[in-house]
Nanobody
Framework: QVQLVESGGGLVRPGGSLTLSCAAPRSIFKVYPMGWYRQAPGKQRELVARITLGGSTNYADFVKGRFTISRDNARNTVYMQVNSLEPEDTAVYYC??????????WGQGTQVTVSS
């Protein structure tokens, strides 16, 4: 099974920014749309943003204008710039295809903690 590797999380103050990265095998990256998801403690995993092979993007209402998803096809990497972070954004952030596929394992994710 294929697994994705997320990085870039950390502890930031409200209003802060981070750049999240997700490295994917080329066999996955060149075929599927990609998405960033997050799971906060005690809550279900939810879609945050997604990007097509051609670069078209779509965002959850709760992050519009604050988060930006992008993909680097040469590096097989999908990014998400997260700005104006709020305590409610605290969660483990994951990437996967959009929609997620059972043949692709969820990675360990990257923890984003927003706290003063």
């Amino acid at each position: 099974q294929v697994q994705l590797v997320e990085s870039g999380g950390g502890l930031v103050r409200p209003g802060g920014s981070l750049t999240l990265s997700c490295a994917a095998p080329r066999s996955i990256f060149k075929v599927y749309p990609m998405g960033w998801y997050r799971q906060a403690p005690g809550k279900q995993r939810e879609l945050v943003a997604r990007i097509t092979l051609g670069g078209s993007t779509n965002y959850a209402d709760f992050v519009k204008g604050r988060f930006t998803i992008s993909r680097d096809n040469a590096r097989n990497t999908v990014y998400m710039q997260v700005n104006s972070l709020e305590p409610e954004d605290t969660a483990v952030y994951y990437c996967n295809t959009y929609p997620p596929r059972t043949s692709i394992l969820w990675g360990q994710g990257t923890q984003v903690t927003v706290s003063s």
